[in-house]
Each structure stands twice: as C-alpha cells, then as structure tokens.
T-cell receptor, first 116, second 113 residues
Framework: DAGVIQSPRHEVTEMGQEVTLRCKPI?????LFWYRQTMMRGLELLIY????????DSGMPEDRFSAKMPNASFSTLKIQPSEPRDSAVYFC??????????????FGSGTRLTVV | ELKVEQNPLFLSMQEGKNYTIYCNYS?????LYWYRQDPGKSLESLFV?????AVKQEGRLMASLDTKARLSTLHITAAVHDLSATYFC?????????????FGKGTKLSVKP
C-alpha cells in the first residue's frame, strides 16, 4: 500500500495566485480529511468527507478555500486567491470505515505551501 | 468545546532516563491517538486507545488512557536518541460531526547522549 499520497510536496506561489493541493487516499478508506499545520495554531481540521460527501467544512477559514472529492480516489483543496497568511503545511489523511474511527487516521506526507 | 492540553511542550532528556508526557482533555471521549512527527515529516500513528484503562506498548513507549480522569500518558523508558521527535496526542470530538480529531500542541522531545 502506497499510503496517502499528496502533491505537490512543496509549493511557492505569489500572493493572489490560485493554489491547488491534491490528495489520493488509501484505497478502501471511506473518510478523507484535510488538516493545516502552523506554528501558531498547531493542527487544525479544515474539512472532511465521508464517501466523497463533505460532512463538516466548519474549519475552512474563509470563502477563498474550497475542497472537492469527485471520486473515492482523489480530492483537491483550492485556495483562490492565496495570501501570505495561508502559508502552512497542509496534510491530507484518510481512515477506513469502522466503529467510530477505531483505526485512527493515516496521514500523507503533506504539502508545504509558501505564499510570498 | 473540546480542548486538548499536553505537557510538557518541550522535553530534554538524557539517554537512559524515563519520563512521561501527559495529555489532558476537557470533554468526554473514549478515542485517543498518539502520533509521532519528525522534523519536516508527516504524522506517524503510534497508538490508538479505545477505552478506559487501555494500555498499549511498543518498544520503549507505553501509552495509557483514563477516560474518567480525561487523561492519557505516554511513558518513555530508557530513552534513546532515535526517540527524538515531536509527539502529539489527539482526541476524537464526539460533539459536532464526530469526524474531528482535536490535537494537542505537541511535545518536542530531545534525547541527548
């Protein structure tokens, strides 16, 4: 199993540009999560999906952020327009179906985003 | 609102010594997870604790959960340099949509020879 795959690993972009982060969850996992990690705020859940349907997007900071999961093997997180304060490491994680997350989450390697 | 507090946030240990990291949380939950993160890397799952009194051990690390006290501990026995990393606890938030792991701020462990 290749694990949760994220791309790109690093992204440097100019303020105002659109940024798209990509995630491929582990095959068979029904849940997909997007987290953001910063020094100031730690790890925060942005949004999560169950069977490709967004369940909770209350962590999405503002309308500039959007996420989609068009099928069970792919998700995107888009920031448009990007701002310097969006600089962070963005993690995707997935979890299999089971009684209340008894298997925990498996995290991808993350995308380090720098907005200049 | 579920809050998760870890302490200490920074821990410098000598090799061979024992120490404990504490994870307190503010509302009822019986799902607690410990992760390890090396600098610039992803989060690696260490333990999944699913009930009151659960204890799991892997090598020099042992984790336990007391749901009544809302406390989990990660005990390090005879530390070695390879254990240097940041350790996070995370608690499943049963309030709201139930999908949210709330993370502590992490404990940065440095093991010195």
């Amino acid at each position: 199993d290749a694990g949760v795959i994220q791309s790109p690993r690093h992204e440097v972009t100019e303020m105002g540009q659109e940024v798209t982060l990509r995630c491929k969850p582990i095959s068979g996992h029904d849940y997909l999560f997007w987290y953001r990690q910063t020094m100031m705020r730690g790890l925060e859940l942005l949004i999560y999906f169950n069977n490709n349907v967004p369940i909770d997007d209350s962590g999405m900071p503002e309308d500039r952020f959007s996420a989609k999961m068009p099928n069970a093997s792919f998700s995107t997180l888009k920031i448009q327009p990007s701002e310097p304060r969006d600089s962070a490491v963005y993690f995707c994680a997935s979890s299999p179906r089971g009684p209340t997350f008894i298997y925990g989450y498996t995290f991808g390697s993350g995308t380090r985003l720098t907005v200049v | 609102e579920l809050k998760v507090e870890q302490n200490p946030l920074f821990l410098s240990m000598q090799e061979g010594k024992n120490y404990t990291i504490y994870c307190n949380y503010s509302t009822t939950s019986d799902r607690l997870y410990w992760y390890r993160q090396d600098p610039g890397k992803s989060l690696e799952s260490l333990f999944v604790l699913l009930s009151n009194g659960a204890v799991k051990q892997e090598g020099r690390l042992m984790a336990s959960l007391d749901t009544k006290a809302r406390l989990s501990t990660l005990h390090i026995t005879a530390a070695v340099h390879d254990l240097s990393a940041t350790y996070f606890c995370a608690v499943l938030n049963y309030g709201g949509s139930q999908g949210n792991l709330i993370f502590g701020k992490g404990t940065k462990l440095s093991v010195k020879p």
